[in-house]
């Protein structure tokens, strides 16, 4: 539900069923974690749910009337511990990261007013130009020191501009595969961790192709 209606209409229906249901309620059942038993649990559980979307909403748009775009939004957005530290409003499924920046884009769009920013090149015609420009054995290079260091988002960045502008090029595919492990490795959203992984394997092994699933059965 989160992720197709805005933090604030979320945050406005959970705060509906408090009122219509909450004093009735024994148990609860969630999509994405195990159900909460006892009136006082589950009405605490949907009031720290409904507050943690609230903060999330008003939040990215306080920043965002401040200058700061998607991404600076989502790098410095924090909880406090009276929400961050309960376990069901953890980043198990989504994550943090991934709902302020979805909610800046509900307000905003994906444009974050810069006009460099405006019309970009699609990422395989960009590539090809960084690629050209700083060549490929630097970037590499660049990207297997930023792992060294443990900066696996940065290497992941610059090893995929060589992926995008040359795929048979394996020693980037590799490098960014590696990159790619580790911040699966380090993730705290189950999906997420999925993302990565699946990605450094292709990475490595390349896309494998398959029957479609047919789960209308």
């Given at each position: ?89 953890r980043g ?34 960009e590539a ?86 047919n789960t209308?059965?």
């Amino acid at each position: 539900g989160a992720k197709v209606r805005s933090a604030q209409k979320w945050a406005h229906t959970l705060g509906e069923t408090i009122d219509l249901w909450g004093k009735d309620a024994v148990v609860s059942f969630g999509s994405h974690h195990w159900p909460q038993w006892g009136n006082e649990n589950v009405v605490a559980h949907l009031e720290k749910q409904r507050d943690l979307y609230k903060y999330i909403n008003d939040q990215t748009l306080r920043m965002a009337n401040q200058g700061m775009t998607m991404h600076e939004i989502a790098e410095a957005f924090v909880l406090p511990d009276s929400l961050a530290k309960e376990f069901y409003n953890r980043g198990y499924y989504g994550n943090l990261k991934h709902n302020v920046r979805a909610t800046y884009q509900l307000y905003l769009g994906f444009w974050d007013g810069n006009p460099a920013n405006f019309d970009p090149l699609p990422p395989k015609e960009e590539a090809v130009k960084y690629v050209e420009m700083v060549g490929a054995d630097k970037m590499i290079a660049t990207a297997k020191a930023a792992f060294d260091k443990g900066d696996y988002r940065w290497a992941a960045t610059v090893a995929n501009k060589v992926v995008f502008a040359d795929p048979k090029n394996q020693a980037a595919r590799d490098v960014q595969a590696d990159a790619l492990e580790q911040l699966g490795y380090q993730a705290e959203s189950g999906p997420a961790r999925n993302f990565y992984l699946s990605g450094a394997q292709e990475l490595r092994g390349g896309v494998q192709k398959m029957a479609t699933p047919n789960t209308s059965s």
